[in-house]
């Protein structure tokens, strides 16, 4: 059984409607059961993965010193360097772990003071804040904000396949979208020679926030999902790039859709461990304002209630809040 199933999304974009009603159900399909699948045919450029992964690996293997001139300056602040025991993803499930055995490094698309200033809401000045970009390696920001650029356009078109999905007129989320709070980060896992404390992970279980998360890991093991209360792998993929349900899409559709427990362990091969390790999440979000509450299609007779509206912005700072320690 495929807990991801690899989906190629190439005839949806290239196909007729057929085509993209196809695929849209194989992505309903996926949702349904564990909310990952892996999807191929994206049409990413590898050399912009390529280009981001290289120029993160080079400020990550940076001092410290350096690293941390990049490091939030605040609990308001939610954007730069976050180093090694700052976070425990786990804590935002109210478990108690050792911190995750990672750092990143994370922005967002409100660089433009005029755009931030129009958008910022009252209270959220830790979603609206500028990024903080290192000085070196110079290669890094051109890269990211590249790569940043087609990450909003892969989501918005693979959100139009997930509102086919779901029975509504394909551009029914657009308008949910029209600003949106998306971020993207790169993880940094260290080599790991020894033993490590017990519980501690990369990084540990915990489920995303947001709509959904698009992930380009290198080809290293780790990242793992919960099926039937088991942790199982998710198969490594050439080219392929990991996507999974957030919360608010998993209580906008109603629980239809899942938001599934997921974590990174440390490799069993000893020379899988001793490498470091980078993925690249693109976290897609709503406009910061948008009412989150449950698409029509999704009630049933056998669920005909639904859960309080909430706004997007709202959920995902309290989320992003209790993560930091």
């Known amino acids: 059984m495929e807990f991801a199933p690899t989906i190629d999304l190439s005839p949806a974009f290239e196909g007729s409607n057929s085509d993209r009603l196809e695929i849209a159900k194989r992505i309903d399909s996926a949702c349904r059961s564990t909310g990952f699948f892996i999807a191929v045919g994206h049409g990413v450029d590898p050399k912009l993965l390529e280009d981001v992964i290289n120029s993160s690996r080079d400020f990550f293997h940076l001092p410290v010193s350096e690293k941390s001139k990049v490091a939030p300056p605040g609990p308001n602040h939610f954007r730069g360097y976050l180093g090694l025991d700052t976070t425990a993803l786990a804590s935002t499930l109210e478990i108690e772990t050792p911190p995750d055995l ?124 919960t099926v039937n209360d088991q942790w199982v792998d998710v198969d490594l993929v050439e080219d392929g790039y990991v996507i999974n349900i957030g919360d608010l899409m998993a209580r906008w559709t109603n629980d239809r859709w899942t938001s599934t427990l997921h974590r990174v362990v440390l490799p069993d091969d000893p020379s899988h461990r001793k490498r470091d390790r980078i993925s690249i999440p693109f976290f897609f979000q709503p406009t910061y304002t948008a009412e989150i509450k449950t698409i029509p299609t999704t009630l049933t007779e056998k669920k005909e209630t639904s859960y309080e509206p909430v706004i997007s912005g709202e959920w995902i700072t309290a989320k992003s809040m209790s993560m930091l320690e």
Request: glycine fraction near 4%; proline fraction near 9%.
């Open 102 to 225: 990672c750092e990143s490094f994370n922005v967002s698309r409100f660089d433009d003071p005029v755009l931030r200033s129009k958008l910022q809401q009252p209270g959220a000045e830790a979603v609206f804040c500028e990024n903080l970009w290192p000085e070196e390696p110079v290669e890094l920001r051109p890269a990211y904000e590249a790569y940043f650029a087609k990450m909003e356009n892969l989501c918005a078109e693979i959100l139009k396949l997930m509102a086919i999905a779901l029975n509504l007129e394909e551009n029914w989320f657009e308008d949910k979208f029209d600003n949106p709070t998306s971020l993207l980060m790169s993880n940094w896992y260290p080599p790991v020679d020894g033993e490590v404390p017990s519980g501690q992970l990369r990084r540990g279980e915990h489920t995303d926030y947001g709509a959904f998360t698009i992930v380009a890991p290198e080809q290293i093991p780790g990242l793992q999902i």
